[in-house]
């Protein structure tokens, strides 16, 4: 088996699997576009030449989120990616038994669509449906801040749920990128940036300025 077989099978796989759920196939990941929020879905694949280590993972982003981020940067309508994972972090949390799927042969291959596809459709699937809204997403993002680059969207977030916590939250994010001697300029401007707009908005100005950028 190559890669690029292993590919297109899984790529059938997939299709077939996730047709159901109302996930569309475009630039290598599947997605599931809903009124508020986008689900999607991907896997990886690394050629050994005969072996073939494989994950799946998948991701959630909030419409509000991204056209907020695109007003603040001025910036063309992206995909802000708020909340994501794959076989790596899952195993690492002790939530799925491995990191990676090694595949040789067709059996494995079907083995691991088969696996993939029911974990994500009845375990990841429904949770990530259950956390799509600012409120959830707020609470899970900020709950313990350790990623500085987190920290746009974690503040969009708690500004957009008038979250208590949004100026201990800058002191946070801020601090992250000094604790961890952070060396991307650019990185800690965008944050400052993302401060200073949000600083100058109440909820509803932000909500307002969302809904005028959506039509």
């Given at each position: 088996m190559k890669k690029s077989e292993l590919n297109k099978?899984?790529?059938?796989?997939?299709?077939?699997?996730?047709?159901?759920?109302?996930?569309?196939?475009?630039?290598?990941?599947?997605?599931?576009i809903c009124e508020d929020y986008t689900i999607s879905f991907g896997?990886?694949?690394?050629?050994?030449?005969?072996?073939?280590?494989?994950?799946f993972g998948y991701n959630l982003s909030i419409e509000d989120v991204d056209v907020l981020s695109s007003s603040?940067?001025?910036?063309?309508?992206?995909?802000?990616?708020?909340?994501?994972?794959?076989?790596v972090s899952l195993s690492l949390k002790g939530?799925?038994?491995?990191?990676?799927?090694?595949?040789?042969t067709e059996n494995d291959a079907t083995e691991m669509a088969y696996k993939a596809l029911a974990y994500f459709k009845?375990?990841?699937?429904?949770?990530?449906?259950?956390?799509?809204?600012i409120e959830n997403l707020d609470k899970i993002?900020?709950?313990?801040?350790?990623?500085?680059?987190?920290?746009?969207?974690?503040?969009?977030?708690?500004?957009?749920?008038?979250?208590?916590?949004?100026?201990?939250l800058k002191k946070a994010y801020r601090q992250l990128f000094i604790d961890q001697k952070w060396e991307g300029q650019e990185d800690i401007d965008d944050?400052?940036?993302a401060i200073c707009f949000l600083d100058k908005h109440s909820k509803d100005e932000l909500e307002t300025i969302i809904n005028d950028n959506k039509s």
């Open positions: 099978f899984l790529l059938k796989e997939f299709k077939v699997g996730l047709k159901e759920s109302n996930f569309k196939y475009s630039k290598y990941r599947f997605f599931n896997y990886a694949i690394v050629d050994y030449s005969n072996i073939f280590p494989t994950t603040l940067f001025n910036k063309e309508l992206e995909r802000i990616i708020i909340y994501g994972e794959n076989t939530e799925y038994p491995i990191s990676e799927f090694i595949i040789q009845n375990e990841a699937l429904p949770y990530l449906r259950s956390i799509s809204n993002v900020n709950h313990n801040p350790i990623e500085p680059r987190a920290g746009i969207k974690g503040l969009m977030l708690a500004k957009l749920n008038n979250n208590p916590d949004y100026e201990s944050l400052e940036t």
